[in-house]
């Protein structure tokens, strides 16, 4: 109640001329006396200062917010210092940033290249040991192929002739058969002449 009571004796006052008051509803304030001239651009650049400062407080906390994110950006804080950290400006903070992160992505490429340098010359040269080895087994291979086609189509001559000799004795036997039996025939027909 204390709050309506004043402010309805500030705003009579007022109204009746008898204190000057200006009334600052950005920063909830009241200013009493008679220089009240001031433009609200004076009283606006204190405001901008005023938010200019929470805006830079503010990017400055989303930037260490993101640099605890990282492990380079926990470095970068250790270096720096957390007091320190806010004097930088947030956009050099993230150059930083991305320049640390370039760099660490850059010592990981060269530690792979290094691993794989040690990895792939053994690998290489047992290959290259292998590959004559490999060579003279599928030479091996194709001889032992060959063979085996060449045993089986002699395996297959062998039973095309078998069977060409049973059909060949049955061809001759049955030929012998009919003109033994024509020439008995014939015989028997001369001796009867006879």
Known sequence: MKKYRSEK????????????????HKS???????????????FG???????????????????????????IGRKIIELIGEEELYKYDPELLNSLHIDGVIKYSREQKEKLKVQYKKV?????????????????????????????????????????????????EDFLLSIRGQRHEDFVLHMNIFEQRL
Request: charged share 40%; hydrophobic share 35%; aromatic share 4%.
């Open 28 to 42: 909830k304030a009241l200013t009493f006396g008679t220089d009240l001239n001031l433009s609200n651009g004076q």
């Open 9 to 24: 004796f500030i705003v009579n006052a007022a109204v009746h001329n008898d204190i000057q008051v200006r009334i600052e």
């Open 120 to 168: 792939d010359f053994p690998i290489r040269e047992l290959h290259e040991a292998e590959i004559p080895l490999v060579i003279k087994q599928s030479e091996k291979e194709l001889r032992q192929r060959h063979t085996i086609q060449l045993a089986e189509r002699a395996i297959e001559r062998c039973e095309r002739f078998v069977r060409m000799e049973n059909d060949k």
């Open 45 to 71: 650049a204190n405001d901008t200062d005023e938010r200019d400062k929470e805006e830079h407080r503010f990017d400055m906390e989303i930037t260490t917010d993101k640099l605890r994110e990282s492990e």
